[in-house]
């Protein structure tokens, strides 16, 4: 699962702000406040699940009642008890309205079964006898799945858990297909079929799903035949013979073009909506060639069937890793100025690498997500490093270091967790971001040889089954001949990271370079680490490394050096995952570190160290940084100018309008187009270059170019945005959005209302934030106008957080009108003229009439809520 919604989110979330300061401080810089990493009550020890009986297939016959979003549906279970003879049955099934359960014997005669069921979500059935393992026997089951009736949950990772999604059932929204899709992950499966619901559990499958003949099914496995019904309907066949966890089972049906492909003798094909069918292969870049390299790398071939990806509408999540079947949300699709800058082609690596970490070897319970999740993060940077270079690939490593360490100052918690109080907590920046440095300092402690052979001895052993964190790290030792249990206990089975102080002195005397390293995190509650690093000692002509070893709170380390070191690089890998307080160097040596370093991190660091510098050669050093041939070196060097701004004004601005201008990667532009808005204001006049970034080929510099000139010169900004308002691209539609909010004319509403039905999902989040911003300063006959759309929005948003923005306009809207009414209240009181008091009696009445029908939306909302936030944002508001 590609925990795409928080990036999404926070990538809107910069557009509204348009703060270049704010996107560096955030993205660059992690502050080393203490914080409290453990809860003092203990949580509920999470274990895996109990086998009780073995669920060996699962057999489905499914068709569907748009209007009312159920699934009609059979299963055929055959199932064994797992060691120990039973007599009973538990499925998980939730929300189901059961009609028949029945024992199917060998001739496939049926004998009802007697069952309870309970809390409307697992079924024990009596099996009328008693089974040994040496037994197998088969149930069927004949129910209906009713999804929408279900209470909903969910995460910030997958943002709803009932499973089964009708989209657009009735075909009310004319901009939006209608489509039925499946989310398995966590424990959703259950929402539309019965099963053994547990990562631990394995079985194969096959899958009738009978729909309307326009539409295209997609399932798990092989379609292997279609059988036209003569009623307008049609049957689809799926089969997948080799054994997956339940959560990774799958469908999706839709108006889809299939474009194919293909890797080796297998499959490879792309589901996407008709009018982005020539853009497929873009939107799904190099598959064919992804599965080529990881198959090589990893020693272990491909295992499964084929490989397909689709994209569905209004998705909870940003993908997930369905084996055979993945399926991305709707920010993957688009044309290909769109793709420019929105390829989702670490996400396409991320789900594929799962199809061998999540898929072939799962893990067996949530506790151990990370064998899941970190190992696809990680197949992120091994294909970056791959196709484009070890700098990009590092600059991912650094963007999963800094989003670790940002949800680090409210929260560290073991990465194999047994105690927590959802399961859905563990999708974290640990699972994902810091589970991924992990690995790489495995992979860096180790060298590349044992490691991807004990990644192969891994997959090998454990192919099919579901494991825990022990069995990695036995892979692990039986390659390389060493006992591992210091690095995976203190990794993975503690929380937070070292925070390590370092000095250094030099001894002209002894001919010494001293480096003092003290571990300063809290040692409460994190451990005192066993650090593996190297140092480089840099002399005019010549480059030594030493190979240390880190074990005590505080090391003092010696080396001989005829003469003084230029630099003293502390960890020249830069494969720790820590922070460090390395504030004893000069400014002279961090401009060699730029200078002399062949990292991205070296020249990062570099950076960071120098913006605080107010000298010429520091900032002539960053000047030169917005040069660097990597484009990920020129955006740290923009988002860090404020004093090389002060410092050589001149050279700074040349440098970032040729950026704006002229350089190769859309995202330099925008920030440069960004950073020129921001810090030369006053006595210069760039519109020249935001209007030609009106015409950029970018999505992304056009929006950055719009807000920037809306900065300039409003009256131009504004007449730009206006001709820009049925644009279908989200970054414009999210800028304008922002723009408008900070203006009162009527006009503006009537784009708010069409791009509110243009955009869907998370894409919506900006224009319902504008529009709630927008909303406040309008007559009340304008808010009365815009009820319907933010009641819309609270009742169908998947996302809570979406729900709440538009609860929340709705009840400032009722506040703000209710005090409108108090004042024509206090007016009338107070008002003897008849013409006068009919004025003021006729606008109450208008006002009221709104009022309840503000009031009749909140009752809806709260009779249809769950989420306790906004029941509680609904209740503190009466």
């Not at 892979?475 to 089975?493: I, R």
């Not at 002399?596 to 960071?608: H, M, P, R, T, V």
Request: net charge negative; hydrophobic share 35%; charged share 25%.
């Amino acid at each position: 699962m590609k925990n795409r919604n928080i990036i999404a989110i926070s990538s809107m979330l910069f557009l509204a702000s348009c703060s270049i300061l704010n996107k560096a401080e955030k993205i660059e810089e992690v502050s080393l406040d203490e914080v409290t990493v453990k809860p003092e009550n203990p949580l509920t020890y999470q274990a895996s699940e109990t086998r009780i009986n073995d669920l060996i297939h699962t057999k489905l016959d499914v068709k569907f009642d748009w209007t009312r979003a159920h699934l009609y549906g059979r299963a055929n279970l055959t199932i064994k008890p797992y060691f120990l003879p039973t007599d009973s049955l538990w499925l998980d099934a939730k929300g189901f309205e059961i009609k028949e359960i029945a024992l199917v014997s060998k001739n496939g005669a049926e004998t009802p079964l007697q069952y309870s069921y309970t809390n409307n979500a697992q079924v024990r059935i009596n099996l009328g006898k008693t089974y040994s393992r040496n037994d197998t026997y088969q149930i069927a089951m004949t129910y209906i799945a009713k999804p929408n009736d279900l209470e909903v949950g969910g995460s910030a990772a997958i943002t709803s858990d009932k499973g089964l999604y009708f989209i657009n059932p009735n075909g009310e929204e004319k901009n939006k297909p209608k489509q039925i899709w499946t989310q398995g992950e966590t424990e959703a499966s259950s929402c539309w079929f019965p099963t053994i619901d547990a990562p631990n559990e394995k079985m194969t499958q096959e899958i009738y799903i009978t729909v309307d003949t326009q539409y295209v099914t997609l399932s798990n496995g092989l379609l292997l035949f279609q059988t036209e019904n003569g009623d307008g309907t049609r049957t689809d066949y799926w089969k997948q013979k080799l054994p997956h966890a339940p959560y990774l089972a799958m469908m999706a049906v839709g108006e889809f073009s299939i474009v194919e492909d293909s890797w080796r003798d297998i499959g490879v094909n792309y589901y996407v909506e008709p009018k982005y069918e020539e853009y497929a292969k873009e939107i799904f870049p190099h598959t064919p060639e992804m599965i080529e390299f990881f198959s090589n790398r990893l020693g272990v071939d491909y295992p499964w069937e084929k490989y397909d990806q689709v994209v569905v509408r209004d998705y909870v999540s940003g993908a997930m890793e369905n084996t055979t079947g993945v399926i991305f949300g709707e920010f993957a699709q688009g044309d290909i100025r769109y793709l420019i800058d929105n390829s989702a082609e670490d996400v396409v690596s991320h789900e594929l690498f799962h199809h061998w970490f999540g898929d072939l070897v799962t893990c067996e319970s949530w506790s151990n997500l990370p064998l899941n999740e970190s190992f696809a993060t990680y197949g992120e940077y091994l294909w970056r490093e791959f196709k484009n270079g070890k700098m990009w690939a590092d600059y991912h490593n650094a963007q999963d270091l800094s989003s670790y360490l940002r949800e680090s100052k409210r929260k560290q918690v073991d990465m194999i967790r047994f105690f927590y109080e959802n399961k859905e907590d563990m999708f974290d920046s640990h699972s994902y971001a810091k589970g991924g440095r992990i690995l790489h300092m495995l992979r860096t402690n180790l060298g590349d040889e044992v490691f991807f052979e004990g990644l192969r001895v891994y997959l090998e052993d454990n192919k099919f089954q579901a494991v825990e964190i022990h069995q990695l790290r036995l892979a692990m030792e039986k390659v390389s001949g060493q006992d591992l249990n210091w690095f995976f206990n203190q990794w993975f089975l503690a929380s937070g990271h070292p925070v390590l102080d370092i000095s250094y002195a030099y001894d002209e005397d002894l001919g010494l370079q001293f480096v003092t390293v003290e571990q300063i995190q809290n040692l409460k509650s994190t451990p005192l680490y066993k650090l593996p690093v190297a140092i480089d000692i840099y002399h005019e002509n010549s480059i030594t490394r030493h190979e240390i070893e880190i074990t005590k709170k505080r090391q003092i380390f010696e080396f001989k050096s005829a003469a003084k070191p230029s630099l003293v690089n502390f960890d020249s890998e830069k494969y720790l995952l820590c922070e460090k307080v390395d504030h004893k160097k000069s400014a002279k040596s961090w401009i060699m570190l730029y200078e002399k370093g062949q990292l991205f991190d070296d020249k990062k660091e570099a950076i960071l160290a120098l913006k605080d510098e107010k000298d010429t050669l520091s900032a002539k050093t960053i000047i030169k940084a917005l040069e660097d041939p990597f484009w990920g070196v020129r955006e740290v060097a923009i988002y860090n100018l404020a004093n090389t701004i002060n410092t050589l004004p001149n050279q700074a601005k040349e440098r970032l309008v040729a950026l704006a201008q002229n350089d190769q990667k859309s995202s330099i532009r925008a920030a440069a187009i960004e950073a020129l808005a921001a810090y030369f204001k006053e006595g210069n006049d760039f519109r020249f270059i935001y209007n030609q970034g009106l015409n950029d080929s970018s999505y992304v510099v056009v929006a950055s170019s719009l807000f920037a000139l809306y900065e300039t010169n409003r009256d131009e900004g504004l007449a730009s945005a206006e001709r820009m308002e049925m644009s279908d691209n989200i970054d414009i539609i999210s800028t304008i959005a922002e723009i408008y909010s900070d203006e009162t004319a009527p006009k503006y509403q009537t784009f708010y209302e069409s791009a509110m039905s243009r955009t869907s999902g998370f894409d919506r989040y900006s224009v319902l934030v504008g529009y709630a911003d927008f909303i406040k300063e309008q007559s009340v006959t304008n808010q009365g106008k815009s009820i319907e759309t933010f009641r819309n929005s609270a009742l169908i948003e998947n996302a809570w957080w979406m729900r709440i923005v538009a609860t929340n306009a709705i009840l400032e809207m009722r506040r703000t009108i209710n005090s409108e009414i108090n004042k024509i209240n206090k007016k009338i009181d107070n008002t003897t003229d008849q013409t006068a008091l009919a004025s003021l009696k006729q606008e109450k009445y208008n006002n009221q009439l709104v009022v309840d029908k503000i009031d009749a939306a909140i009752a809806e909302i709260k009779i249809k809520e769950t989420n306790s936030r906004i029941l509680e944002a609904i209740e503190k508001a009466k």
